[in-house]
Each structure stands twice: as C-alpha cells, then as structure tokens.
C-alpha cells in the first residue's frame, strides 16, 4: 500500500496524510476492481441482456453500494474530523491571500510574503482571508486544501513528520498571475525557528538605508511576484530602468516616472495604466508607511543607475 501510494501520490508529509491516502486509495482500489469484473468482455459477441424486472438484483445492488457507501462514509467523516479539530497548542499563524500572493503574520508580528516558516512536528493552525477574490491554499504534501475567502476567516492546521520544504499552490482560479500564486512552507527544528522570528524581528527598518528598506518592500510585500528587477516582463513592468523613464497610459496621457508618480502608482495603481497592462495591481494605501514608499522610490533611482 505505501509503495502504491508513493508512486501516485506526493510524499505524506503530514502526520494525517496516510489516512487521507489510504480512504483515497480504498475507494479507487475497490471501484477499479469491481468495473474490471463487471464489465470485462465475455466473449467475441458479448452482448447487453434485456432484463425488464429482477428483484433480487435491485436489492443486492442497493445493499452492497449501500454497505460501501456507509464505510466510506465512516472512515471519511473519521478522517475529516481529524482535519477539522484544531489541537489546542497550536501554533497560529495568520494567512492573508491577494493577488497573487500569500502574506503569513506570525504571533510576534514578523510578516513574510509566500514562505511561510513553521515549526516541525508541531501542530500549525492557519487562520486565512483574503483582501480581494476567492482563492485557494494548497499543500499537496500535506494533503490539505482550504479555500481563503474575502471578509470570512477559514482555518486549517497541520503538523509536518520533520523539517522540510513543501510547495503551496492557489487552487481557485483567481486571474491573470494565479499559475504564479505559489509559496513555500519551510518546516524548521524549533531552534532554528525561533532563530528565524528573531532575525526577522530585529530587521528595523528605521536604521537601514531607504534603497534597503525598498528592496526589502519589494521582496516582503509582494511587488517581487508581478515586477521584476532585472529588465524582465511580468504581470507588470520591470523597476529597473524605471527611473525618469517616460511612461504612455491606456487613456493615451503620458508622464514620468518620478517620485509623485512612483508614490502614485503604489497608493492609487488604478489612476494611471501603463500601455500593454492590466489595472490589476492592488493598491498599498495604509499597508506600507511613508518610509517604506520612499524606500522603493530610492531602490527604482538605484536599479536605474
Ligand atoms: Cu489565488
């Protein structure tokens, strides 16, 4: 069974994916075998028989369905029940999802962008929404899918079989960048976990240079996902070169690229639309300070020089 389950399914990295697995492949093994009976061919001019009334088979094929459908039912609900209690310890991490990334705040209010950092051989309860459409957490090594729901919290827990990394996915359709909606979860020994939320919380971006800060904004807070800094296209222009470049908007305006326009472009995206893009950006009106906002506008005069 777990040699069959390793070769359809991804690693059990869960401590309740085997039970996810086994009802799974309990319910495929049973039907596969019961159609390869039942409708193997007989012979060369096997034919349909016509049978108008059968008491006797109305009732075995309303009972036996009925007696799987009863364990599958009990072992499903058994399973689910698992997924759905939270244990009480544990740990908590909030989960917000935009287009088109995952932003997780942890209790000590340390923020990371689409990895998300866990204690291994813990439980972890994320408690998700979403800022704009419906979309969908997913992590198949987990076996585990939640969909993540603007004004609505929904929550999820796991616990890892050790450190290791496993990928996350948007499973709900959500537009132009949801095949770019991925992340990691990092499971890390509690030591260097705790190391991790320290590091991160000592990162004070009133002490760096503003180029730093920015960068740092475009790394944490998502830009990363829809700009480039290397001169590629993406589901939005590239910041390098984009200082004091000219710019053409859908309205057939033009301007450029200074500092009112890049602070525009953050707080109202929606006011000016580049030539050749959508107005898809969200706007980062009370998410990011005055500091991180000239942060970035630094970093873009630095990447242009
Ligand atoms: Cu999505």
Not at 294 to 301: A, D, L, N, R
Request: charged share 20%; proline share 5%; net charge negative.
């Amino acid at each position: 069974m777990d040699y069959i389950a390793r070769l359809l399914l991804p690693p059990q990295e869960s401590t309740f994916a085997h039970e996810v697995d086994a009802l799974f492949h309990f319910v495929n093994i049973t039907s596969l075998i019961y159609f390869a009976i039942k409708y193997r061919r007989r012979s060369d001019e096997d034919t349909t028989p016509l049978i108008t009334h059968n008491n006797t088979l109305e009732v075995t094929w309303t009972v036996i369905p009925l007696i799987l459908i009863m364990i599958v039912f009990a072992w499903g609900f058994s399973s689910y029940n698992t997924l759905r209690a939270v244990p009480d310890d544990a740990y908590e991490v909030y989960v917000r999802a935009y287009s088109f990334n995952w932003e997780f705040t942890y209790p000590n209010g340390v923020r990371s962008t689409n990895d998300l950092y866990v204690p291994a051989n813990k439980p972890v309860k994320l408690i998700m929404q979403s800022s704009d459409v419906i979309h969908s957490f997913f992590v198949p090594d987990f076996r585990i899918k939640q969909d993540v729901v603007p004004n609505r919290y929904t929550q999820q827990w796991f616990q890892t079989k050790g450190p290791g990394s496993h990928i996350i996915f948007c499973t709900e359709y959500c537009g132009v960048g949801h095949s770019d909606m991925m992340g990691m979860v990092y499971a890390l020994d509690e030591e260097e976990f705790n190391a991790w939320l320290e590091e991160e919380a000592s990162k004070d971006i009133d002490s760096m240079p503003l180029a730093e800060v920015g960068q740092l904004v475009w790394r944490s807070e998502g830009c990363m996902g829809c700009h480039s800094v290397d001169g590629a296209t993406g589901i939005g222009p590239t910041f390098q070169g984009l200082w004091m470049r000219e710019r053409n908007f859908i309205d057939g305006t033009t301007g450029v690229a200074d500092e009112g326009y890049i602070r525009e472009s953050i707080l109202q995206p929606g006011a000016k639309v580049n030539v050749g893009y959508q107005n898809i950006m969200p706007t980062y009106s009370g998410i990011l300070s005055d500091r991180q906002i000239e942060g970035v506008i630094e970093y873009i005069k630095e990447l242009s020089e």
